[in-house]
C-alpha cells in the first residue's frame, strides 16, 4: 500500500454505528430523555385524574421549567469550566435521588405538591446541565462528515424518547401511580452506567481563566447576539415555546372532557411520535438543500395551521396527526439550528452559548403551564387553543418578514480538525462568520 492509500485510509472515519464513545453518550442521553419524559408526563396526570386539579398541575410544571429561566446562564458557564463527562454523570445522580424520593413517596400513600415541585425542580435542573454538555460534547467525538448525521439521530432521538415516553408514562401510571417515577429513576441508573464507560474526553484541551461569572456570561451573550440569524430565531422559537406548553396541557384536558384516559394520550403520542421521529430521520436530507432560512419560515407556518386545527376536534386520531405535523415540522428546525450554532460556535464557547440560547429560546417555557391553567379554567379548551393558534399565525408572520431571517444563509463551516478527526480548538470568536 503507497504512503497516499495509508493516509487516504486513516483519514477515512469509520462508520458512526462503530464510533464507541459517541453510541455510548448516544445510548446515556436517550436513557435520561427517556426518563424525563415519562415523569413529565405522569406529574399532569397524578395532579388530573388522582384527586389534584388543573390548577396544581400548572404549579408542578412551572416548577419543573423554572430552573430554564433561572439556572441556564450560569449553567453555561459552569459546562464550559467542567468536565462535560462528569457534569453529566453527577445529573443522572441527581435526577436518580430526586424522582426516587418521589417514588418512594408515592409508594407509601403520600402525595405532598410541594415534594413534587422539589423534584420537578431539581429533576429540570438536571436535565438543564446535562443537555448543555451533550450537545457541547457531540463534535469532539465525531468526526466532521459525521456531524449532520450525528445530530439528525440526536433529533431521531430525542423524537424517540417522546414517542416511548408519553404512552409508557400513561401506561405505567395506569397500573401503579408510582410506577412511572420509578422507572424513570431507572433510567438514570442506566445512563449513569453508560457514561461511565465514556472514554473521549469531551471538550477540546482549553486553559480556564479565572474569571467572574457575570464576565463569562456576558462573552457568550456577546458572541450570540453579533449573529443575525440565530438571534431572530431564538426570539421567535421563545414564544412558540411558551405556546406549545400552553397546547399540551390544553390536550390533556381535551381528552378528559371528552371522556379520554390517560391511556388515549398515549395513542395521540405514538402517533404524533412517530411522525416526528420520520421528520428526525430526514432533516438531515433537508438541511442539507434547503436553507436556514426556509426550513424556520416553513416550520412556522406550518406550526399557525395545524395549531389552529386543533381547536376544532376532540378525535384522538386527528390530534395524533396534528401533533404529528407540529413534530416533523420542530424535527427539522432542531437539526437545522442545532448544526448551524454549534458549528458556528467555537468550542470553549460551547457552554455558555448554548446556554444563551437556552435561556431565549425556553426561558419563558415556564409560564405557559401557569397562563394554561388559568386560561383553561376561565375560558375552556376552544378559546385557550384558538387563542394560541392565532398568536401563532402572527409569530409566523413575524418569521416571514424578518430581514434576519430571510437573509441567513447556509451554516458556517466547522474549524479544520487534526488526524483524528476531532475539531481543534478554534480561534477568537471575532473570527467567526456573522450572518
Given at each position: 500500500m503507497s504512503v497516499l492509500e495509508e493516509s487516504a485510509e486513516a483519514a477515512t472515519p469509520p462508520p458512526l454505528r462503530k464510533n464507541r464513545d459517541f453510541l455510548l453518550l448516544w445510548l446515556g442521553a436517550g436513557m435520561s430523555m427517556l426518563g424525563a419524559r415519562v415523569s413529565a408526563v405522569a406529574y399532569p396526570l397524578l395532579l388530573v385524574f388522582d384527586g389534584g386539579s388543573v390548577a396544581a398541575a400548572g404549579v408542578v410544571g412551572f416548577a419543573a421549567l423554572l430552573p430554564t429561566l433561572l439556572l441556564q446562564l450560569p449553567a453555561g458557564v459552569l459546562v464550559d469550566r467542567w468536565d462535560r463527562r462528569r457534569t453529566m454523570i453527577w445529573c443522572d445522580v441527581a435526577g436518580l435521588t430526586a424522582i426516587g424520593s418521589v417514588a418512594i413517596a408515592l409508594f407509601t400513600g403520600h402525595?405532598?405538591?410541594?415534594?413534587?415541585m422539589a423534584a420537578a425542580f431539581v429533576e429540570g435542573s438536571a436535565v438543564i446541565l446535562y443537555r448543555l454538555s451533550e450537545r457541547a460534547a457531540i463534535r469532539n467525538v465525531v468526526h466532521q462528515s459525521h456531524l449532520m448525521t450525528a445530530y439528525a439521530r440526536n433529533e431521531a432521538r430525542g423524537r424517540a424518547a417522546g414517542l416511548l415516553g408519553q404512552p409508557l408514562g400513561s401506561g405505567l401510571f395506569t397500573v401503579f401511580r408510582w410506577l412511572p417515577f420509578g422507572v424513570t429513576a431507572l433510567t438514570h441508573l442506566i445512563a449513569l452506567v453508560l457514561l461511565l464507560g465514556i472514554r473521549t474526553p469531551l471538550q477540546a484541551p482549553r486553559t480556564i481563566r479565572q474569571r467572574n461569572l457575570r464576565a463569562e456570561v456576558v462573552e457568550g451573550i456577546t458572541w450570540l447576539f453579533r449573529q443575525r440569524f440565530l438571534r431572530a430565531a431564538l426570539l421567535l422559537v421563545s414564544c412558540s415555546n411558551v405556546l406549545f406548553q400552553i397546547m399540551s396541557l390544553s390536550l390533556i384536558v381535551i381528552i378528559k372532557e371528552s371522556g379520554g384516559s390517560p391511556a388515549l394520550l398515549g395513542v395521540i403520542a405514538v402517533i404524533s411520535g412517530?411522525?416526528?421521529v420520520l421528520g428526525a430521520i430526514s432533516?438531515?436530507?433537508?438541511?442539507r438543500r434547503v436553507s436556514p432560512a426556509v426550513v424556520l419560515i416553513s416550520a412556522f407556518t406550518a406550526w399557525a395551521g395545524l395549531m389552529s386545527a386543533v381547536a376544532f376536534t376532540a378525535n384522538p386520531f386527528i390530534l395524533g396527526a396534528l401533533f404529528g405535523g407540529m413534530s416533523f415540522a420542530g424535527a427539522l428546525l432542531n437539526v437545522t439550528a442545532g448544526a448551524y450554532q454549534v458549528q458556528a460556535t467555537p468550542d470553549e464557547l460551547q457552554g455558555r452559548v448554548g446556554s444563551v440560547a437556552g435561556m431565549l429560546a425556553s426561558g419563558a417555557n415556564s409560564?405557559?403551564?401557569?397562563?394554561?391553567?388559568?386560561v383553561l379554567a376561565h375560558f375552556g379548551t376552544f378559546v385557550t387553543v384558538l387563542g394560541a393558534g392565532i398568536t401563532m399565525v402572527l409569530t409566523a408572520a413575524a418569521a416571514a418578514i424578518s430581514p434576519a431571517v430571510r437573509s441567513a444563509d447556509r451554516p458556517v463551516p466547522l474549524p479544520p480538525r487534526g488526524r483524528t478527526g476531532r475539531?481543534?480548538?478554534a480561534g477568537d470568536s471575532r473570527d467567526t462568520e456573522e450572518i
Open positions: 402525595l405532598w405538591v410541594p415534594h413534587l412517530t411522525v416526528g432533516a438531515s436530507w433537508f438541511v409560564i405557559g403551564p401557569l397562563i394554561a391553567g388559568v475539531v481543534t480548538p
